[in-house]
């Protein structure tokens, strides 16, 4: 018995490390020295940008790519419901911690769109992605359009926004109806001097609509946004804020020939619906505007049986 009792707190202690160890993502080294996918591997892994950034990555499953782009100050774990949905059903699920997010490189600089693109071109590049899906959630969405309309189209096949920040969120005299400045300066200042309480705050309440009568808070839902938030870097987030309001999309937007799927909550209190979505559809060439009545900015989360399946009906469309 004495003996079993040693194993278990070894098992428990010190000998854990081993398989968690095993079980955890590849380092950036171990990366550049692994063999080629195999047609469903299920993997996770780090690419090497052109500045030295390592943007951790999950590749699961084969058949048609579904690339995902996350919001902010989240990580591709903010995905799982729509890729354990869309491997279940043949596809091959991609998403990255976005440079600073996440488990990838917690560097001080390049938090701004064209690095945030640049850095999505480097996954679909070094997994040689052709005919994919690109999905963008929020600041995700910004993303997606400016990695389209800067690194070309003729890796993609289609396009989803979701509650995303293009046109431009904050108001300018020819954004009459975008949020004050002063908005954005407010959750920088939040970030800088105590983001452990804002990261509690902000799903507690708008961002998923649990401050609204009748919607009852989920504290796991809650928790794990509060993860996510606090493995990235404080510095990443403070200069996304800026990456995501005050960037201007219109002339990107334009750019897109693909067919592109617009999804947005009438009653979105992070990203307004009609300084958002509704605009956004109306600059894109094959843009198609999805509105969700009562759905909140965190729509893929809190509805993800309905996104996913509207989703898949574009795909399949």
């Not at 071109?121 to 052709?130: E, S, T, Y």
């Not at 289609?158 to 020819?174: G, Q």
């Not at 649990?210 to 509060?226: D, L, S, T």
Request: no cysteine; charged share 20%; proline share 5%.
């Amino acid at each position: 018995m004495n003996d079993m009792n040693a194993k278990r707190r070894s098992m428990l202690g010190g000998g854990a490390a081993l398989p968690l160890a095993v079980m955890a993502a590849a380092s950036p080294a171990q990366a550049a020295a692994e063999p080629k996918h195999g047609a469903a591997r299920m993997t996770s892994s780090y690419v090497r940008t052109k500045d030295g950034v390592d943007i951790f990555y999950k590749d699961w499953g084969s058949g048609t790519p579904i690339v995902f782009s996350h919001g902010w100050p989240l990580s591709s774990d903010d995905w799982d419901s729509q890729m354990m949905y869309f491997v279940q059903r043949g596809f091959r699920v991609i998403a990255h911690d976005r440079r600073g997010h996440g488990r990838s490189t917690q560097v001080g600089s390049g938090h701004d769109m064209d690095h945030y693109a640049d850095d999505l071109a480097a996954v679909v590049q070094h997994l040689d992605l052709k005919g994919a899906i690109h999905v963008g959630h929020s600041t995700g969405g910004g993303e997606v359009v400016r990695y389209l309309a800067r690194h070309g189209q003729s890796r993609a096949a289609k396009a989803v926004l979701i509650a995303a920040v293009p046109p431009i969120m904050v108001k300018t005299a020819t954004n009459p109806g975008g949020l004050p400045k002063d908005v954005f300066d407010g959750i920088q200042q939040q970030v800088a001097t105590n983001r452990a309480q804002f990261y509690r705050d902000l799903p507690s309440g708008p961002f998923y609509g649990f401050n609204r009568p009748g919607v009852k808070a989920q504290e796991g839902i809650i928790q794990n946004w509060w993860r996510q938030g606090m493995m990235g870097g404080a510095k990443a987030h403070y200069d996304g804020v800026v990456a995501f309001s005050q960037t201007d999309f219109t002339a990107d937007l334009k750019k897109i020939t693909l067919p592109v799927l617009v999804q947005h909550g009438d009653d979105d209190q992070i990203v307004p619906y009609a300084d958002s979505g509704v605009l956004s559809a109306k600059l894109l060439q094959k843009g198609t505007l999805k509105t969700y009545k009562g759905f909140p900015h965190g729509m893929p989360t809190t509805h993800a049986d309905v996104i996913n399946a509207d989703i898949l009906a574009f795909i399949k469309g």
